[in-house]
């Protein structure tokens, strides 16, 4: 929940949160929880036939986000919407293997996000807010498994380059709020999918988007539900006679996650 600026005498439980805020003042938050997640990559464009998709139907998931306005400690108004955050998620013992094979491959997963934020109340339930940063998502997988079987050809990804979006956080009723968000990232780097190996010449971008319902437990905990999807568009660009061919790719996760907020 966010109280407006002009009302100054009025001291909400999510002010108090992590840390004591100037009155009428939002100071951030601190969650943590698990996520499940699934992701999709496939090759478009009569790829190769030597090329392999990828599918993972569920994955689990440690979640840690965090939000902080400094400035909100000693004053409210325009100084003090603007902040910082960082969102992480680690996955736990996710391991790929071949259809119909027993073969697994180590696999790490990551995504790390994080920038400024700024967060402006509207009115006394609704406020908007902008965020500009960095993202960085990993999907490396081994060249080998444990008994020794050589990995298909499914490139290791690592996604990263600036990211910038806009969201909004609304109070539906007493202690339930609700928050989405949306993103666009351009995408600097894509790790050995773009080497010489494979695409050396591949672009890509991102779109992503998410929600949350917030509800408040005890003074100064909140339970959150949250869902998000992230899908990158890459464009291959192959050169003619190389090993792999296709024209694009698409990467696309979808989670949901539980977390406790403070």
């Known amino acids: 929940a966010q109280s407006s600026p002009m009302e100054t005498t009025r001291s909400t439980d999510d002010e108090k949160r992590i840390g004591t805020a100037a009155p009428g003042a939002w100071l951030g938050r601190l969650g943590v929880g698990f996520r499940g997640f699934s992701r999709t990559f ?10 392999a998709d990828y599918n993972l139907v569920l994955g689990p998931s440690i979640a840690v986000d965090a939000q902080w306005f400094p400035l909100a400690h000693f004053m409210t ?13 680690f996955a736990l013992g996710v391991a790929s293997h ?3 094979d027993e073969s697994k491959f180590g696999t790490k997963i990551e995504r790390h996000r994080l920038g400024l934020l700024f967060r402006m109340p509207l009115v006394s339930i609704l406020s908007v ?8 998502q990993t999907y490396a997988i081994a060249q080998k498994s444990a008994d020794g079987t050589t990995r298909p050809n499914i490139p290791s990804v690592e996604f990263n380059g600036p990211r910038a979006g806009i969201g ?6 007493g202690p339930l709020s609700f928050e989405a968000l949306g993103g666009f990232q351009l995408v600097t780097g894509q790790g050995e999918l773009a080497s010489e190996q494979y695409f050396p010449k591949a672009t890509a971008m991102s779109v992503d988007a998410s929600a949350a319902l917030s ?6 905990i909140h339970l959150r539900l949250g869902f998000d999807w992230t899908r990158y568009f890459v464009t291959l660009s192959a050169a003619e ?3 792999f061919f296709a024209t694009s790719a698409a990467d696309q996760t979808l989670a949901a996650s539980l977390a406790l907020e403070w």
């Open 215 to 220: 509800l408040r437990l005890a003074n100064q």
């Open 168 to 173: 909004l956080h609304l109070t539906i009723i």
């Open 42 to 51: 496939q090759w478009s464009g009569n790829p190769s036939n030597n090329l």
């Open 98 to 100: 071949l259809a119909q």
């Open 241 to 243: 006679g190389a090993t």
């Open 129 to 136: 807010q902008a965020h500009a940063g960095y993202s960085t």
């Open 77 to 89: 108004g325009l100084p003090s919407y603007f902040g910082a955050y960082v969102d992480s998620h």
